[in-house]
């Protein structure tokens, strides 16, 4: 077996049809397998797979596992010498899978590969990203991370790929071990390829394989708790990999975030962006 698919869905039914068609009708060449895990919807998703898609091995989960442990399920039942993480909210175009296997058979050190992302309209989307250093994080923070997320038109070694569609080496997953389990979601595919290259593999971005992806499709929370799951995500990072004082001065950026657009938000009577960083700043601690 080439390449071992996981498709993580949570009430996404019609984004996961589109997706499974586009990967049963576009990748050809290579020997694979599709796994879906699903945390538990109510939309019929599992229901969807077992009568269109009788191929694919479904995972039902009791409860919402989150991003993280969720695809660990999947990756621990897989049989292919490579695994893709593959969000239910893309669609594979052309033979973007079969040149991130191809790509990862030629390169040696490498341990992560990732494809160009699309808006529907063909348009870019950011699929790269610096890690989350504090003069990055302070950056992003108060200046915005779009001057920080890329769409290089050239591959290239990266610090870290958007986990929407993530090919990973098994021989990466023996050496630093699968996705921490402490995120339910944001910020472990940034954690994940930070111990990539801590232990000398290559994370590299190949935009010849392109696909399409409708940001936060997968995820129908909203943003209210992509902010949340971003400050949780930020301080697990700096808990496990940064000095207490780095640490200290996170906590602080936070905080300064969350008060300035509490304030934006009472100056302008918006009761969501009040309510979203008044449980930012508690989320500190």
């Not at 390449?3 to 020997?31: A, E, R």
């Not at 090919?167 to 630093?176: F, G, N």
């Not at 940034?190 to 992806?213: I, L, N, S, T």
Request: proline share 3%.
């Amino acid at each position: 077996m080439d390449l071992s698919i996981i498709i993580l869905s949570f009430n996404t039914k019609n984004l996961l049809d589109d997706c499974l068609d586009s990967v049963f009708q576009q990748t050809k060449g290579i020997k694979f397998e599709v796994l879906v895990v699903d945390n538990h919807s109510t939309d019929g998703s599992g229901e969807m797979v077992k009568k269109k898609f009788p191929q694919v091995k479904l995972i039902s989960n009791q409860k919402n596992l989150g991003f993280a442990q969720a695809n660990n399920q999947g990756m621990k039942k897989a049989q292919g010498k490579y695994l893709l993480l593959l969000n239910s909210d893309t669609k594979v175009k052309g033979s973007a899978l079969k040149k991130l296997v191809s790509l990862a058979e030629e390169k040696r050190n490498l341990g992560i590969a990732g494809p160009k992302l699309l808006n529907l309209d063909e348009t870019p989307q950011p699929s790269t990203g610096p890690f989350y250093t504090l003069p990055v994080t302070c950056f992003s923070l108060f200046r915005g991370d779009r001057y920080l997320r890329h769409a290089y038109s050239q591959e290239k070694a990266v610090d870290w790929l958007y986990g929407a569609c993530f090919l990973i080496k098994r021989e990466l997953i023996d050496k630093i071990g699968f996705l921490d389990e402490k995120f339910f979601m944001y910020v472990e595919e940034m954690e994940f390829c930070f111990r990539a290259k801590k232990a000398g593999f290559q994370v590299y971005y190949f935009p010849q394989a392109e696909v399409y992806h409708l940001e936060r499709g997968s995820s129908p929370e909203g943003k209210q708790k992509a902010i949340w799951g971003i400050y949780q995500g930020l301080i697990y990072f700096y808990q496990k990999h940064f000095a207490p004082w780095q640490l200290a001065v996170l906590k602080l950026l936070l905080r300064v975030k969350a008060i300035l657009v509490w304030v934006i938000g009472w100056l302008t009577n918006n009761q969501e962006l009040k309510e979203t960083y008044a449980k930012a700043f508690k989320l500190v601690g």
